[in-house]
Structure formats: structure tokens, C-alpha cells
């Protein structure tokens, strides 16, 4: 896990995917910039002093060979391609953070238009509730900020759908994501027994999280200046 924002730049030459989901063009900021205050005011320095551009796109089942490569360096119990797909035919929101190659930098896995697969992100809207299933960074992009960036992204689509809450399962085990999520204003609000794959014949629990949205905006805006 990872991140928060950078001085970001529009990404204005980066090619634009072809038919991409009508929820993305409609409510998910496709570039990241300055503007975009309720992501970047939590910037991480990291991601400040960061000269890469960025910018969300659509997954789509072009790109699945290169998320399930991520995914699997990225976990021991990894989604399968087949995740993916179901999530994609079902509509459910699903956004790469993609980010131009730095000078010097090894692009792997390699992207047609040279970006690099900084995370990705599917969630699963419901009534007045987003469900985050899948959050991951690159693991050669950890530590920079990104997860927190993803999770900015996502709250404040969730606002524009008038979500309430925002849930997510996380593995017992996954210490840093649980420390993550709690910094971040996620709750435990109960554990799901067996719930992870966790070797042969063995399971894991999985601890629930929720995020109050309007409790959260209701805070930063008494924070304004």
C-alpha cells in the first residue's frame, strides 16, 4: 500500500481510451490537477516534490493482462483475471492511475503508450454506499503516496453518488493497509471468519472498515479557513 497528490499537470497529450464506461465520463475526474483541491490538499511531500503527471482512466479488458501481472507480484492470494472481468461486465467502477514514465525509469510492465501502471482501484456502488473490493499500488510505486491518492479519488466520486458510507474488508494480517485505512478515518465495525484464502485448507479473517462520508465532509469543511 501506498498514497496522496503531487504538483500535478494536466496530462493534456496522453492518448484517451475508446468507449470508456459512461460512469467515468460522467462523474470520475479523468485528470488529477491542482484544481481537483479535495484530492491534493492531503498531498504526501513525496508526491509534492513529484514531477510525473498523472491521470485516472478506465479499466478495461485491454488493460487486464497488465493489472493481473501487478496483481500477482503484488499479493500471495491475488484477484484473478476472472475478478476483473466480472467486475467490468457488471459496470462496477474500476480506474487505473496512470503516470508518465520518469527519465530513467524501467516501465514493467510495459504499457503501449509508455505510461506507468501506477494502482488501480473497483468498487461496487450500492444504495446511499460505495464498497471498495480492490485498492493496490504497483509494488514498485509503494511508499509514495498513491493509496491514499486513490482513496481521495474515490471519496469524492462517492460524494458526487451521494454515498453515505464507504466499506471495505481488509485481510487481519495486512498491519500496514489496516493503518492505513484507520489514519485515513476508516472504523472497525466487525471481522468476516474465514473470509481470505490463506493457504492449503487454511483461512483468514477479514476485518470490516466503514468510512462515515458525511460525517468526513461535515469535519473538513469545519477545517476551512
Known sequence: MAPSAPALTPDAAAPQPVAAPAWAQRDWPALVSTDTADIAHNASPALIHSQRRIAFVPMTEADLDTVVEVEKTAYTHPWSRKHFSDSLRSGYPAVLLLGEA???????????????????????????????????VAPAQQRQGWARFMLDALVLWSRGQRAQWLWLEVRHSNAPARALYQRYGFAQVGLRRGYYPAGQREREDAVVMSLNLVAQTRATQEKAP
Open 102 to 136: 520518469l527519465s530513467g525509469e524501467v516501465v514493467h510492465p510495459g504499457r503501449a503508450d509508455g505510461r506507468v501502471l501506477l494502482g488501480y482501484l473497483v468498487a461496487m456502488p450500492g444504495v446511499d454506499e460505495v464498497h471498495l473490493l480492490n485498492i493496490t
